[in-house]
């Protein structure tokens, strides 16, 4: 709901990509609201889950650090999977054209676009039918940037570098949120 947070409740705001924001579960099984059920159950005030999850590549969820703090939460939690981990660097790192912020504006916005585009229920239903196809879903698992590189142990090159990019992330999420 998002709205006033009710007196004397738990308010917890979720962080994150496509895990935490339930791509393909079906509402009443997200991570959201099992979690909301299960605290509800175990503790002695109301707690009420706010879910911000949503296509939003990991580099973009520092943007959304001050829409989660305008929720008044007593807890943010941001789940991360080895995807998130994995993601290829930020165009603004490859590329000398263009400011960062404006290279971060445009990749937002693409990123927005791809999730109208996903919420269309044609394109749900189409990517649901090719990934019952396990040679399609294989092949989607390999040219999707697997978590190979970042769940290795010892951690390839690949891997330290994507945990040092991730780690910057963190930075500039840690840094909105404690303003």
Same mark, same amino acid.
Request: net charge negative; aromatic share 4%.
């Given at each position: 709901?998002?709205g006033?947070?009710?007196?004397?409740?738990?308010?917890?705001?979720? #962080?994150?990509t $496509?895990?935490?924001?339930?791509?393909?579960?079906? +509402?009443?099984?997200?991570?959201?609201?099992?979690?909301?059920? =299960?605290? !509800?159950?175990?503790? $002695?005030?109301?707690?009420?889950?706010? !879910?911000?999850g949503?296509?939003?590549? #990991?580099?973009?969820? &520092?943007e959304?650090?001050?829409? /989660?703090?305008?929720?008044s &939460?007593?807890v943010?939690?941001? *789940?991360?999977? &080895?995807?998130?981990?994995? @993601?290829?660097?930020?165009?603004?790192?490859? $590329?000398? +054209?263009?400011? &960062?912020a @404006?290279i *971060?504006?445009?990749?937002?916005?693409?990123?927005?676009?791809?999730?109208?585009?996903?919420?269309? !229920?044609?394109?749900? /239903?189409?990517?649901?039918?090719?990934?019952?196809?396990?040679q399609?879903?294989y092949?989607?698992y390999? *040219?999707t940037?697997s978590?190979?590189?970042? #769940?290795?142990?010892p951690? *390839?090159?690949?891997? @330290?570098? $994507?945990? =040092?990019?991730?780690?910057?992330?963190?930075?500039?999420? #840690?840094?909105?949120? @404690?303003?």
């Open positions: 709901p998002c006033p947070k009710p007196r004397d409740t738990v308010r917890v705001v979720l #962080m994150g $496509s895990i935490t924001m339930g791509l393909y579960v079906p +509402s009443e099984e997200t991570f959201a609201v099992r979690a909301e059920e =299960a605290l !509800n159950r175990l503790c $002695s005030r109301p707690v009420e889950v706010q !879910n911000m949503s296509l939003l590549r #990991m580099r973009f969820q &520092p959304l650090a001050g829409e /989660a703090l305008g929720l &939460p007593d943010i939690v941001l *789940t991360v999977v &080895p995807f998130d981990i994995q @993601e290829p660097p930020a165009i603004s790192q490859q $590329s000398d +054209s263009g400011s &960062p @404006e *971060t504006r445009i990749e937002l916005a693409r990123d927005k676009l791809k999730l109208k585009l996903a919420e269309s !229920n044609l394109i749900v /239903a189409a990517m649901h039918f090719m990934l019952l196809d396990k399609i879903l092949q989607t390999l *040219t940037g978590s190979r590189d970042v #769940m290795s142990f951690p *390839t090159a690949s891997g @330290e570098r $994507s945990f =040092a990019e991730f780690d910057k992330i963190l930075d500039r999420l #840690m840094a909105k949120v @404690e303003r």
